[in-house]
């Protein structure tokens, strides 16, 4: 249904993060969401020198972050409410949602700070980035920050992350 791209810009294996538990986290959201429409999502895992240059040219901030989302549509918050339908690429038969980019290195940095596992950081760094691309946000209003968090946490207790 979904078409998920996900690839590192990195090249030692030790700091490559899971690929399948990236991909999992992704379709549960969408399924969580109610998505029921084949969306396409990209995802580019690198280090914090890689994101940080995206953080400047993209968002003029030049500082590594942990993950930043760059959605492709504008939904209305709080997400889905299955607003894609006329959105769909008509190639592809797809609805391009965006793109994911998080950085290994951050990611293992905030797991060890958090004192919880790196599979935990990424599911939760990813299941962030995806409602940002359904139109969740944390960062005007308080009762838009409380529904992205109430979100969060209960994707993460579906998945079985506390």
Known sequence: ????????????????????LIKHCIRTVLLLEG??????????ITHDRGIRTINR???GIDEPTDVL???????????????????VDPESGLLPLGEIVLSAERLDEQSLGFGHSRAQE????????????????????????????EREKKIMREMRFT
């Open 1 to 20: 249904m979904h078409k998920i791209y996900a690839r590192h810009s990195m090249g030692k294996k030790a700091d490559r993060l899971s690929i399948p």
């Open 69 to 87: 989302s760059f959605p492709m549509q504008s939904f209305s918050p709080p997400g889905w409410d299955n607003h894609g339908a006329g959105l």
């Open 35 to 44: 998505v029921d429409i084949p969306c396409e999502v990209s995802v580019l």
């Open 122 to 149: 990424t599911a939760y760094l990813t299941v962030h980035s995806v409602l940002h691309l359904l139109g969740y946000d944390h960062t005007d209003e308080a009762e838009n920050k409380r529904l992205m968090r």
């Open 57 to 59: 040219d993209f968002r």
